[in-house]
């Protein structure tokens, strides 16, 4: 099994409704060249505007269903403006539990995601993509590979994607293409 899990590209801001940038429309397009020959069966995508974009490109070309779920919303922090946001998200990638007013844990958060793959790949495709965001994304991969945590996340580009290759109980995460333009 293999599932291609990509950033959302450059977005206008961090709102749900938040569209890509011209910058980003054309990394989309970018996107769905890159991976036109990867054989892709399936799209799973997070409801935000910016994701969908992200991958209409590829979806369109190859007439591909995308089929949107919240589980893949990006992970909320708090519902408090935080002037120390990113000491906090540190935080929350020291202890997993950790959650702040109105916010999610990074341990709910993964959990989410992991129930949404588990739910999407669950069918006879062998090859399928996610499409996220930053914060999740890097949760997600670390279900796969223990070694993904704040530093990773803060070393991810708009896009990003990588490559996490799932035999029975083996999984391998590599980072397969990230923004170019």
């Not at 590209?9 to 011209?22: K, N």
């Not at 930053?134 to 704040?150: K, S, V």
Request: with cysteine; charged share 20%.
């Amino acid at each position: 099994m293999q599932i291609y899990v990509i950033r959302h590209c450059e977005a206008a801001g961090q709102s749900e409704d938040a569209p890509l940038t011209a910058k980003g429309f054309e990394q989309a397009e970018l996107l769905a060249t890159f991976l036109q020959e990867i054989g892709i069966e399936r799209v799973i995508c997070s409801p935000y505007l910016r994701a969908q974009q992200s991958i209409a490109p590829f979806v369109q070309r190859n007439n591909i269903p995308l089929t949107v779920d919240n589980r893949l919303s990006e992970r909320v922090l708090s519902n408090s403006n935080m002037d120390n946001w990113l000491h906090c998200l540190r935080q929350t990638f020291d202890d997993f539990d950790l959650s702040f007013d109105g916010g999610e844990s990074s341990k709910h958060a993964m959990e989410r995601a992991v129930r949404a793959i588990n739910d999407f790949v669950s069918t006879e495709s062998t090859c399928n993509a996610v499409v996220t965001h930053g914060n999740l994304m890097t949760l997600l991969l670390r279900h796969f590979d223990a070694q993904f945590g704040f530093d990773e996340w803060a070393r991810l580009s708009n896009p990003d994607v990588f490559l996490v290759s799932v035999d029975g109980n083996e999984s391998t995460v590599q980072r397969v293409w990230r923004e170019v333009i």
